[in-house]
């Protein structure tokens, strides 16, 4: 039991696996939702990911680049005692803009989290899945919604290979 909040701490370890370093093979869609582009960038490099919080929080420093240039990233998780989730947050170094955050937990190895976005000005929903392929793989896929969750447009997909 927290002793703060009175709640399970079943999520709490929920990314413990991932701490490490990883090398990372990004594919990202040119332009998502446009209904037009259907052409993906691809980028490889690493992933750290560094505990923080005694196992409250951790962060993820993305290093990616290829053809069409560099991905400079930081996510933040945090645990929230309360809810017993966690939450992410994308902040992407090149424009220094913080991503509103996504929300959930694991079950049965892959973590599904949902939150709202603006993309070109419209309203989206975001749908980002982890899912844990063995102790030393992990796949990411991030998707997009304009029509309230009916359909997904999956727009990131990276696989992370541990690394030593």
């Given at each position: 039991m927290n002793v703060y909040s009175g709640t399970?701490?079943?999520?709490?370890?929920?990314?413990d696996w991932e701490i490490g370093t990883w090398r990372t093979s990004v594919r990202v869609l040119?332009?998502?939702?446009?209904?037009?582009?259907?052409r993906w960038l691809r980028f490889?490099?690493?992933?750290?990911?560094?505990?923080?919080?005694?196992?409250?929080?951790?962060?993820v420093e993305l290093d990616v680049s290829g053809p069409a240039g560099r991905i400079q990233a930081l996510n933040l998780r945090l645990y929230e005692s309360g809810t017993d989730r966690w939450?992410?947050?994308f902040?992407?170094?090149?424009?220094g803009l913080i991503t509103p955050s996504v929300h959930g937990?694991?079950?049965e190895g892959a973590g599904t989290f949902y939150g709202k976005d603006q993309?070109?000005?419209?309203?989206?929903?975001?749908?980002?899945?982890?899912?844990?392929?063995?102790?030393?793989?992990?796949r990411f896929e991030?998707?997009?919604?304009?029509?309230?969750g009916e359909t997904w447009e999956t727009n990131w997909i990276a696989v992370d290979r541990r690394t030593g």
């Open positions: 399970s701490l079943s999520h709490k370890h929920d990314f040119a332009d998502p939702l446009s209904g037009t582009d259907d490889s490099g690493t992933s750290v990911v560094t505990q923080l919080l005694d196992q409250r929080a951790n962060v939450s992410s947050t902040a992407n170094l090149r424009d937990t694991f079950a993309l070109g000005g419209r309203a989206i929903d975001v749908r980002f899945v982890i899912t844990r392929r063995g102790p030393d793989r992990a991030q998707a997009y919604s304009d029509d309230a």
